[in-house]
């Protein structure tokens, strides 16, 4: 059973870091880009960085650049999203999903962990 579970979410001041893990288990994830979505209360989701896992090629959404880092551990099968200098607007649930690097849809996701922060 594949499975992506994510951990590290809590309760943050602004200006302050936090990292989340994202643990995949159940298939090789070689063939995939694994990457990060937040969705705030009321928003839609959306995209918040990716990686390919075999390559470790990168691609960030344009409000993360420059404060938040995604990367990979290829022992531990777990992908990381290092947050710095987090903003209010941060704040909402955080899913990791897998994605076919030659397809568009998702085809795995986590169930989600909170990041709040506090101004």
């Known amino acids: 059973q594949v499975q992506l579970v994510e951990s590290g979410g809590g309760l943050v001041q602004a200006g302050n870091s936090l990292k989340l893990s994202c643990a995949a288990s159940?298939?090789?994830?070689?063939?995939?880009?694994i990457s990060w979505f937040r969705q705030a209360p009321g928003k839609e989701r959306e995209f918040v960085a990716g990686?390919?896992?075999?390559?470790?090629?990168?691609d960030y959404a344009d409000s993360v650049k420059g404060r938040f880092t995604i990367s990979r551990d290829n022992a531990k099968n777990t992908v990381y999203l290092q947050m710095n200098s987090l903003k209010s607007e941060d704040t909402g649930v955080y899913f990791c999903?897998?994605?076919?690097?030659?397809?568009?849809?998702?085809?795995?996701w986590g169930q989600g962990t909170q990041v709040t922060v506090s101004s």
């Open positions: 990686i390919r896992w075999r390559s470790g090629i990168t």
């Open positions: 999903a897998g994605q076919l690097v030659t397809r568009q849809d998702y085809d795995y």
């Open positions: 159940g298939r090789t994830f070689s063939t995939y880009r």
